[in-house]
Nanobody, 119 residues
Framework: QVQLVESGGALVQPGESLTLSCKAS????????MAWFRQPPGEKREVIAS????????EYKDSVKGRFTISVDNTENTMYLQMNNLKPEDTAVYHC????????????WGQGTQVTVSS
């Protein structure tokens, strides 16, 4: 069964760091271009970072560029999002899935992982 499970969300203070994980099963992450998405409260889901197949080219939304890093560990079949210098506007539910510009959704949208940045 193809599945993606996000984890690592937490309540943190502004300026702190957090690393999210996206564990894949039923397929190899190296075969798909992948992305991290987030959905702030009351807003639509948006893509914030993407990575090409086999940990290739990365792209970032301007608001997270220089603070967030997307990566894939193919041995663990897990994708990560390292988030530094978190801001209150980063508060959202974070999801991982395929880069939808490159291919179809993998499975269905999961529950995601909640990141709350607040003092």
């Amino acid at each position: 069964q193809v599945q993606l499970v996000e984890s690592g969300g937490a309540l943190v203070q502004p300026g702190e760091s957090l690393t999210l994980s996206c564990k894949a099963s039923g397929f190899s992450l190296s075969t798909r271009a992948m992305a991290w998405f987030r959905q702030p409260p009351g807003e639509k889901r948006e893509v914030i970072a993407s990575i090409g197949r086999s940990s290739g080219r990365t792209e970032y939304k301007d608001s997270v560029k220089g603070r967030f890093t997307i990566s894939v560990d193919n041995t663990e079949n897990t994708m990560y999002l390292q988030m530094n210098n978190l801001k209150p506007e980063d508060t959202a539910v974070y999801h991982c899935n395929a880069d939808l510009r490159m291919g179809p959704l993998i499975g269905s949208w999961g529950q995601g992982t909640q990141v709350t940045v607040s003092s």
